[in-house]
């Protein structure tokens, strides 16, 4: 069931028993930092600061059964001879600086001067995914927290030798190149306002995520399978569109980033289905329960300081270009019931059946759902963006 936690919006400081998160003065008695509660004062008005900016979900904690966690310390060799091959050597890695303007050289002006003028014939409404793809890439504190959350697999010390911690500390320091480089990128362009830019990051990695997935790694791992995949086609359509702008460089970095994506997509679906080998009624039933609450977008809490629902108006420019749609949604969820043979699942109790009947007819009821929705929204609207000195942009 779903239980909601309404947190109020954003420009909240004023009212809060403390302005900025720190200190507070006047008559409001001043708390020791061992102190270990925060003062429940001002019963009634929930306004901090650094909240998200849309009401989360109160979650439900914990909810793999205990005894399950052992599947994960017995899958420990598995990951490492499996999971752990799906890394790249570092010496091996690609870096930001191979496709950038190299600032120790004597040609670095004109690389920037080159760099801009590519820019110059890319439209408005590309630069507002291209930043929101960006932004999205760099709260990837956030998304370390996330797995780092999911009971049996979590990093315990932050050095920790499992295969999972490794994964998960590997993981991140690959997925750390792709917001630097875009962030590199867009800010020598000169075509995007970088402190609108720099505020909604801060902003989103203030307010962390609400993905749902309880501490339960079926839960996680169901929904990083399903978000890289999801990254992996949108950086793929970026690529695509740059290089229809003929900005070449552009469409190779995109297009490297989302080669990133496919291989982590592959590592988490393979997880998945050793899970699904292991306890088929248990991720049958985990996959439902993902779809029915619906995965959500990782920067789903984004917020710049000006638009309450610049995450909808980002997703709306995103789905009008065709980087990344409802269609993709539903394309996603049936590449992933195929690959982990959802439909030919055999033994499952009787719930597990149900689920995997929900399961797989989902794709086909997104898309219908879809083609109404695509038929009815046809009014066209336009709104500012900050992120591009609020010029407007159709969504
Ligand atoms: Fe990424
Ligand atoms: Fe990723």
């Not at 203030?206 to 999801?230: C, K, V």
């Not at 900005?247 to 970095?253: G, P, V």
């Not at 292991?278 to 984004?302: C, E, N």
């Amino acid at each position: 069931m779903a239980l909601k936690l309404n947190v109020l919006s954003f420009p909240a400081a004023k009212h809060s028993a403390f302005p900025n998160g720190s200190q507070h003065r006047g008559s409001h008695r001043v708390f020791m930092a061992s102190t270990l509660h925060p003062p429940s004062v001002e019963v009634g008005n929930a306004k901090k600061p650094f909240t998200p900016p849309k009401e989360v979900h109160l979650q439900v904690t914990h909810s793999m059964p205990p005894e399950k966690r052992e599947i994960f310390d017995s899958l420990n060799g598995w990951a490492e001879s499996n999971i752990l091959v799906h890394l790249k050597d570092v010496e091996k890695s690609w870096q930001p600086s191979d496709f950038l303007p190299d600032p120790a050289s004597d040609g670095f002006e004109e690389q920037v001067k080159d760099l801009r003028e590519r820019c110059k014939e890319i439209p408005d409404d590309y630069f507002v995914v291209l930043v929101g793809d960006m932004i999205t890439e760099e709260a990837l504190p956030t998304y370390q927290t996330m797995i780092n959350t999911l009971d049996g697999v979590r990093d315990e010390t932050g050095a920790s030798l499992t295969s999972w911690a490794i994964w998960t500390r590997a993981w991140t320091a690959e997925e750390n190149r792709h917001g630097d480089l875009l962030n590199k990128y867009l800010y020598l362009s000169g075509r995007v306002d970088m402190k609108q830019i720099e505020k909604t990051t801060q902003y989103l990695i203030g307010s962390g995520m609400d993905p749902r997935t309880e501490n339960n790694p079926y839960l996680g791992f169901i929904y990083t399978s399903f978000q890289e995949r999801a990254t992996f086609i949108s950086h793929g359509n970026t690529a695509r569109l740059a290089k229809e702008h003929g900005d070449m460089k552009l469409a190779q970095i995109c297009g490297t980033i989302a080669a990133d994506e496919k291989r982590h997509e592959t590592a988490y679906s393979k997880i998945i289905e050793k899970l699904f080998e292991i306890d088929p009624d248990g991720t049958v039933l985990a996959l439902a329960d993902m779809m029915r609450k619906k995965i959500s977008m990782p920067a789903h809490l984004m917020y710049d300081g000006r638009d309450e629902n610049l995450f909808e108006h980002f997703s709306a420019v995103a789905q009008r270009l065709g980087v990344y749609t409802a269609r993709d949604y539903a394309d996603i969820l049936e590449f992933l019931v195929g690959r982990w043979n959802v439909e030919k699942l055999t033994g499952l109790s009787g719930e597990g059946r149900k689920a995997q009947d929900y399961v797989c007819g989902l794709p086909a009821r997104f898309r219908k759902l879809e083609e109404r929705a695509a038929a009815k929204a046809k009014q066209a609207s336009s709104v500012p963006f900050s992120w591009i000195f609020n010029r407007e942009v159709m969504l």
